[in-house]
C-alpha cells in the first residue's frame, strides 16, 4: 500500500472520529435535558415539592444549618422582609385544615400597630376577642384584604443577615414573626429594634415579642385568616405596652419574654424585684426610728415652742404630728397638755 493510499486512509478516519465526537456533542444535550423533562413530570404526577439550590445559599452555606429549601410550587415563595436561605423546613407541609376546625381569626391594625385575636361565638362567628398584641408593620405591609396563615418556621432567615423567631407567611413575602436577631441565637437581640414594637418600624413583615410570636406559631393553624385594616380604635381590648430595653444593658440581648428557660431575664427581674423590696424596707426601717428618736426626745425633756408647753413626765404617745402654727402636740392618755 502506498503512502498516498495510507493518507486517504488516516484522513477518511480522522473524518468519521470528528463526525462521532459531533453527534454524542449533539445527542449527550438532548439526553439531558429528556432526562430532566421526564423527572418533572414524574414530580408533577406525585404533586411534590420541588427541592432547589437559589445562587444566594452557596454564598451563605455558613450561616444556618440547611442549605436546602422545601418550596410549594406556587407564587408565594419571596419574602420581603426575608430571604429564601438558610431555614428550616415548614412546620405545615399537611393539607390546610378545614374552615370549620380553625379555632382563632387575627385582625391586624396598621394605624395603632395592633394585632387582635378572636374567637368564635356561640353562633360560629369570629366576634369574641380573646387576646391582643402590640406589633410594629411596615411599608410593604398590606393595607387592606384578608389572607391565610401557611408555612411556618422556628427561624427564618431575613433580609439584612438577620433572623427571626416563630415566623408564620401571612400572604407572599408578610410573616409574622419576632423583633430581629442577628444570628440564630437567642442572645442577640437586636434590642434597639425591640424598643420601637408598638410604632412602624420593619420592611412589611408583622414583628411581635417572642411571646406572642410564639402562641400563633403554637395555636393558629395553617389556614388561619389574617384581616389587614387600619383604625384610630387599636380594637376591643386596647394596646398592650412593651418593656423598654435599652437601658437594661446586662440582659437586653435577649427578648424579656422568651419562655426559655435559659433567658437571663427571669433571675435578672427576680433580683430587680428583691433589690426594691430592700429599698423599700430601708426606707421604711429609716422612717420609724425618725419617729422613735423624736418619742425618745420628747420624753426626756420638756418642750417648750411658742403658745404650747408640753409636760413628758409620763410616756408620751406614738403619734406625733406638726400643726400650721407650729406647735408640736404629743397625743396620750397619760400626758398633761397645757396650752396658754
Same mark, same amino acid.
Given at each position: 500500500?502506498?503512502?498516498?493510499?495510507?493518507?486517504?486512509?488516516?484522513?477518511?478516519?480522522?473524518?468519521?472520529?470528528?463526525?462521532?465526537?459531533?453527534?454524542?456533542?449533539?445527542?449527550?444535550?438532548?439526553?439531558?435535558?429528556? /432526562?430532566?423533562?421526564?423527572?418533572?413530570?414524574?414530580?408533577?404526577?406525585?404533586?411534590?415539592?420541588?427541592?432547589?439550590?437559589?445562587?444566594?445559599?452557596?454564598?451563605?452555606?455558613?450561616?444556618?444549618?440547611?442549605?436546602?429549601?422545601?418550596?410549594? &410550587?406556587?407564587?408565594?415563595?419571596?419574602?420581603?422582609?426575608?430571604?429564601?436561605?438558610?431555614? *428550616?423546613?415548614?412546620?405545615?407541609?399537611?393539607?390546610?385544615?378545614?374552615?370549620?376546625?380553625?379555632?382563632?381569626?387575627?385582625?391586624?391594625?396598621?394605624?395603632?400597630?395592633?394585632?387582635?385575636?378572636?374567637?368564635?361565638?356561640?353562633?360560629?362567628?369570629?366576634?369574641?376577642?380573646?387576646?391582643?398584641?402590640?406589633? =410594629?408593620?411596615?411599608?410593604?405591609?398590606?393595607?387592606?384584604?384578608?389572607? =391565610?396563615?401557611?408555612?411556618?418556621?422556628?427561624?427564618?432567615?431575613?433580609?439584612?443577615?438577620?433572623?427571626?423567631?416563630?415566623?408564620?407567611?401571612?400572604?407572599?413575602?408578610?410573616?409574622?414573626?419576632?423583633?430581629?436577631?442577628?444570628?440564630?441565637?437567642?442572645?442577640?437581640?437586636?434590642?434597639?429594634?425591640? #424598643?420601637?414594637?408598638?410604632?412602624?418600624?420593619?420592611?412589611?413583615?408583622?414583628?411581635?415579642?417572642?411571646?406572642?410570636?410564639?402562641?400563633?406559631?403554637?395555636?393558629? &393553624?395553617?389556614?388561619?385568616?389574617?384581616?389587614?385594616?387600619?383604625?384610630?380604635?387599636?380594637?376591643?381590648?386596647?394596646?398592650?405596652?412593651?418593656?423598654?430595653?435599652?437601658? #437594661?444593658? *446586662?440582659?437586653?440581648?435577649?427578648?424579656?419574654? #422568651?419562655?426559655?428557660?435559659?433567658?437571663?431575664?427571669?433571675?435578672?427581674?427576680?433580683?430587680?424585684?428583691?433589690?426594691?423590696?430592700?429599698?423599700?424596707? /430601708?426606707?421604711?426601717?429609716?422612717?420609724?426610728?425618725?419617729?422613735?428618736?423624736?418619742?425618745?426626745?420628747?420624753?426626756?425633756? =420638756?418642750?417648750?415652742? #411658742?403658745?404650747? &408647753?408640753?409636760? /413628758?413626765?409620763?410616756?408620751?404617745?406614738?403619734?406625733?404630728?406638726?400643726?400650721?402654727?407650729? /406647735?408640736?402636740?404629743?397625743?396620750?392618755?397619760?400626758?398633761?397638755?397645757?396650752?396658754?
Amino acid at each position: 500500500m502506498g503512502n498516498k493510499q495510507i493518507k486517504i486512509k488516516n484522513k477518511e478516519r480522522l473524518i468519521i472520529a470528528i463526525c462521532i465526537f459531533l453527534v454524542i456533542l449533539i445527542l449527550l444535550p438532548l439526553f439531558i435535558i429528556f /432526562n430532566f423533562q421526564k423527572q418533572n413530570k414524574l414530580l408533577s404526577k406525585k404533586d411534590s415539592n420541588i427541592l432547589y439550590y437559589n445562587e444566594n445559599e452557596f454564598e451563605n452555606e455558613n450561616k444556618g444549618d440547611d442549605d436546602v429549601i422545601v418550596v410549594n &410550587v406556587d407564587d408565594e415563595n419571596e419574602t420581603y422582609e426575608s430571604q429564601p436561605t438558610n431555614e *428550616e423546613k415548614p412546620k405545615n407541609e399537611e393539607t390546610k385544615p378545614k374552615v370549620q376546625n380553625i379555632p382563632y381569626y387575627i385582625k391586624i391594625n396598621n394605624k395603632a400597630n395592633t394585632v387582635t385575636v378572636y374567637k368564635k361565638d356561640a353562633k360560629g362567628e369570629y366576634t369574641v376577642p380573646i387576646k391582643a398584641m402590640i406589633c =410594629s408593620i411596615g411599608d410593604a405591609t398590606p393595607e387592606s384584604g384578608v389572607f =391565610s396563615i401557611s408555612d411556618k418556621y422556628t427561624w427564618r432567615f431575613l433580609q439584612g443577615d438577620v433572623y427571626g423567631q416563630y415566623a408564620c407567611r401571612i400572604t407572599g413575602h408578610i410573616l409574622f414573626h419576632s423583633v430581629p436577631y442577628t444570628s440564630q441565637d437567642k442572645s442577640t437581640l437586636e434590642w434597639w429594634e425591640y #424598643d420601637k414594637l408598638g410604632e412602624k418600624a420593619s420592611l412589611g413583615c408583622i414583628r411581635l415579642k417572642v411571646e406572642d410570636a410564639k402562641w400563633i406559631y403554637d395555636n393558629c &393553624v395553617s389556614g388561619t385568616k389574617v384581616e389587614f385594616y387600619s383604625d384610630s380604635n387599636p380594637g376591643p381590648l386596647g394596646k398592650p405596652t412593651a418593656r423598654k430595653i435599652s437601658d #437594661d444593658e *446586662e440582659v437586653r440581648n435577649w427578648d424579656p419574654t #422568651d419562655p426559655d428557660k435559659n433567658n437571663p431575664w427571669n433571675e435578672y427581674l427576680k433580683r430587680k424585684e428583691e433589690n426594691k423590696k430592700q429599698e423599700e424596707d /430601708n426606707k421604711q426601717e429609716e422612717k420609724n426610728q425618725t419617729k422613735e428618736d423624736i418619742v425618745v426626745q420628747a420624753t426626756t425633756n =420638756s418642750v417648750s415652742k #411658742d403658745n404650747t &408647753v408640753i409636760d /413628758n413626765k409620763n410616756e408620751v404617745a406614738n403619734e406625733i404630728k406638726e400643726t400650721n402654727n407650729n /406647735n408640736i402636740i404629743i397625743n396620750n392618755n397619760t400626758n398633761v397638755i397645757k396650752q396658754n
